[in-house]
């Protein structure tokens, strides 16, 4: 073996060692300490009762023209809002966001419910996601919240999100 060949072999594996230490190094404090990690969210179960077996005849429920919001997790809710980049455009303390887009969340739907007709705050809210240009709020311009937002969520996504700025309210 000649000598260059040797130098060679001890200069790669002087530059190798180290280079394969830091990436280890490197790799293993980010894997512990902060790295990339992925949380699933579930929502739970609802809670069930068992009671007697009982007969009885009921009248037809009545055909309304309203639809309810259908109810949803609070909790489930903030991980929507945050995922789908609402507080990018809205505030609203408990998710931590100060948009200053859309209205301040904290405090406008019970006011904007109330302006529009006196509605029920968990369908006004429901509204203004699935169809935004329903009621525009004082002081913001019809069309800035993207019109097929709503459609975007799955069923559980808008009653989760629904439920979450309805508890949210001051």
């Known amino acids: ?19 394969g230490f830091v990436g280890w190094v490197i790799g293993h404090y980010t894997g512990s300490h902060g790295g990339t990690r992925t949380v699933t969210v579930a929502a739970s179960a609802p809670a069930t009762t068992t009671t007697a077996a009982t007969t009885t005849t009921a009248p037809a429920p009545a055909k ?19 995922s789908n980049g609402c507080g990018s455009c809205h505030t609203l303390a408990a998710a931590g966001t100060s948009g200053k ?7 406008a739907p019970t006011a904007d419910a109330k302006a529009d007709g006196n509605m029920k705050l968990a369908a006004f809210v429901q509204q203004s996601i699935v169809d935004p240009n329903a009621y525009i709020a004082k002081g913001y311009p019809k069309g800035v919240m993207p019109q097929t937002f709503g459609s975007s969520l799955s069923k559980t996504q808008l009653a989760d999100l629904v439920a979450f700025v309805v508890a949210s309210q001051k």
């Open 64 to 82: 309304t023209t309203t639809t309810a919001a259908a109810a949803g997790s609070a909790t489930a809710g903030k991980t929507v809002f945050l």
């Open 1 to 19: 073996m000649a000598v260059g060949e040797v130098l060679t072999w001890l200069l790669f594996v002087a530059l190798l060692v180290p280079a």
């Open 101 to 107: 887009v859309g209205p301040d969340l904290d405090t």
